[in-house]
Nanobody
């Protein structure tokens, strides 16, 4: 059973940066699509970014606008989300999720494993 644990959230001023981590325990052989999602108060959960372990390919939601970078450290079984130029509208609980797939698209409905989330608050 794959377990995901997020960390790195916190309070940051507008324009600031945070680096979220998603540590995975229990990986088995095969490939995964690992995604970051977020849910703001009163809103639906939405996809932020996706990384496919088979080839390292990535994609981002339009609202990211080049401000975030998803990456991985295979030796640590950890996926990161570096967030720069943060805006108040980025305030949300950020979740890491995974699906065992070769070329999945990190669609919310397909993700099999979820972390419990880490809160990001962007405020002055």
């Amino acid at each position: 059973q794959l377990q995901l644990v997020e960390s790195g959230g916190g309070l940051v001023q507008p324009g600031g940066s945070l680096n979220l981590s998603c540590a995975a325990v229990g990986f088995t052989s095969g490939y995964y699509a690992i995604g970051w999602f977020r849910q703001a108060p009163g809103k639906e959960r939405e996809g932020v970014s996706c990384l496919r372990t088979i080839d390292g390919s990535t994609n981002y939601a339009e609202f990211v606008e080049g401000r975030f970078t998803i990456s991985r450290d295979n030796a640590k079984n950890t996926v990161y989300l570096e967030m720069n130029r943060l805006k108040p509208e980025d305030t949300a609980v950020y979740y890491c999720a995974a699906e065992r797939t070769n070329y999945g698209t990190c669609h919310y409905s397909g993700m099999e494993y979820w972390g419990s989330g880490t809160l990001v608050t962007v405020s002055s």
